[in-house]
């Protein structure tokens, strides 16, 4: 693979990491939405097994589950964007990247204790920078300011219709 292509790898992953910080609506649902709405049931094993049971061993397994999801439709929405400059290699990338959510799902499940903790934060934050990735340049979370639109827009441009056959 050539020096350009990892220019233009490496700027879509620059691109697609700084650009949302501009969005306040991309801002709010990343963390209203996914962060914490999305982890509701990550809470809810937290609070039923250190409020009944005074053990958290299944809370990395509840994690686990969170993480794999999200890391599942970041890897899809990933793969079906048609907006990267180099789609093929980010494509093999973004299936590494689940591969590696995989491998941090089974190791969340097997361990225990702070070992169990370390893997499941981990894919937790591999699966938010995923689908943060993914949904960079997602039209529905990013607005474009048109200057003009305080004026209705194009002053200068033909209104459309015609006046023709009106009469006074």
């Known amino acids: 693979m050539d020096k ?30 996914i962060v914490l709405t999305g982890s509701l049931g990550v809470t809810y094993t937290i609070l ?19 993480f794999m999801t999200l890391m599942a439709v970041g890897v899809l929405d990933i793969n079906l964007s048609e907006k990267w400059k180099q789609p093929r290699i980010i494509y093999v990338y ?12 089974v190791f969340s499940n097997l361990l225990t204790g702070i070992s169990a903790y370390f893997f499941s934060f981990s ?24 200057p003009d639109s305080a004026t209705g827009g194009d002053p200068y441009k033909n209104l459309p219709g015609s006046i023709n056959n009106y009469r006074i």
């Open 94 to 105: 973004s299936l590494i990247a689940g591969f590696m959510g995989i491998v941090l799902l």
């Open 4 to 33: 350009t292509k990892w220019q233009f790898f490496w700027f879509d992953i620059k691109d697609k990491t700084k650009s949302p910080f501009n969005h306040p609506e991309f801002l709010g649902y990343f963390f209203l939405a």
């Open 48 to 66: 039923t097994e250190w409020g009944y049971v005074k053990s958290l061993n299944k809370i990395p397994s509840s994690i686990a589950t969170y």
């Open 123 to 146: 894919g937790t934050l591999l699966a938010w920078y995923i689908w943060w990735l993914a949904n960079a340049d997602n039209e529905k979370l990013t607005s474009k300011i048109k």
